[in-house]
């Protein structure tokens, strides 16, 4: 009677446990089965790509919206993010054409375009874009000379673009710019190179100087030939108006010597004139010869002194 008992209890406790085993495998089934129909349903952000396979093979492309997929069957393969995205390009090691080692680094600027593409036509197109856009760097620098890889960045930077787009076709990313962010030359030729620009510093300013020197001078004497120039003409036009003048005081002279000596000569002619003339005469030599009476003059004399008619006669008077 008590192993009957014994036993019942048994097959009840193994009952419970397969109940609950069930229990448990059905809760886990409905969550699995929850989780999948969850998972089904996409929200697909602004600016990406959901790409969808079923049963393994390529589907469709989601867009931005509101999605539903089929489970079990439908399964979002890959996540492309269709935003301009940069990617750091790690410095290398390039030649020059005149065999200089120098290091150099850049960034790109890509943006995916064809989400399929992106995802079935290459395996990372980051990594092969970073690689293509190095091996590009260094077989345009290996063209260039040392000096003009710092001058022409836009010439290497345009030659990795369009390499890169060519690739980009068939990888389904569009390559927007390359830049160049350091070229860095050994030290030994940076120091030379420093060297020669501070030469060609003190170059510049030593034929900025001489320039100002040279300009300076031309303005000095520009400046004294137009001293001397207005000089001259102040004195040429002195000159002239100063003969202008004693030209005038000349003719106004003659003028009026004209004027007296007709006048003079009309005077003559009038009855008593000639006695006139030699009254007048007369006192004019007689107040010179109040002059002689001054030391230091020598003075000669007719031999007569008393005749004074004589002393007319031979003035012509």
């Known amino acids: 009677m008590e192993q009957t008992v014994i036993n019942s209890n048994l097959l009840t406790g193994t009952i419970n446990y397969m109940e609950i085993f069930v229990l448990v495998v059905w809760a886990s089934i409905f969550v699995f089965l929850a989780f999948k129909f969850i998972q089904a349903i996409c929200l697909v952000p602004t600016k990406s790509a959901y790409v969808v396979e079923r049963l393994g093979k390529y589907r469709c492309t989601l867009d931005a919206g509101f999605h539903v997929l089929l489970p079990f069957i439908d399964r979002v393969a890959f996540i492309q993010d269709l935003k301009e995205e940069t990617i750091d390009v790690p410095p290398q090691e390039c030649f020059s054409r005149d065999e200089v080692n120098v290091e150099v680094d850049g960034v790109i600027y890509i943006q995916v375009v064809d989400s399929v593409k992106a995802s079935y036509g290459i395996t990372d197109y980051r990594f092969a874009a970073t690689q293509l856009a190095q091996t590009t760097t260094r077989s345009v620098i290996g063209t260039l000379d040392l000096d003009r890889t710092f001058e022409e960045r836009d010439i290497i930077s345009a030659k990795v ?30 120091n030379s190179m420093e060297l020669q620009v501070n030469a060609e510093r003190e170059r510049r300013a030593i034929l900025a100087k001489s320039l100002g020197d040279k300009a300076s001078r031309i303005n000095r004497s520009e400046g004294m030939m137009t001293e001397m120039i207005n000089i001259s003409e102040g004195e040429k036009q002195r000159r002239i108006n100063s003969a202008e003048g004693k030209a005038a005081e000349i003719l106004a002279i003659a003028q009026a010597t004209g004027d007296s000596i007709s006048k003079v000569a009309d005077a003559i002619g009038q009855p008593g004139g000639q006695k006139a003339l030699e009254m007048q005469l007369s006192e004019q030599y007689l107040q010179q010869m109040e002059g002689l009476k001054q030391e230091n003059r020598k003075v000669i004399l007719p031999a007569n002194l008393l005749d004074f008619n004589n002393w007319l006669k031979t003035l012509g008077l």
């Open 161 to 190: 673009v369009e390499v890169l787009d060519k690739a980009g076709e068939s990888w389904g990313i569009r390559v927007h710019r390359y830049e160049i962010k350091n070229i860095t030359p050994p030290l030994t030729v940076k």
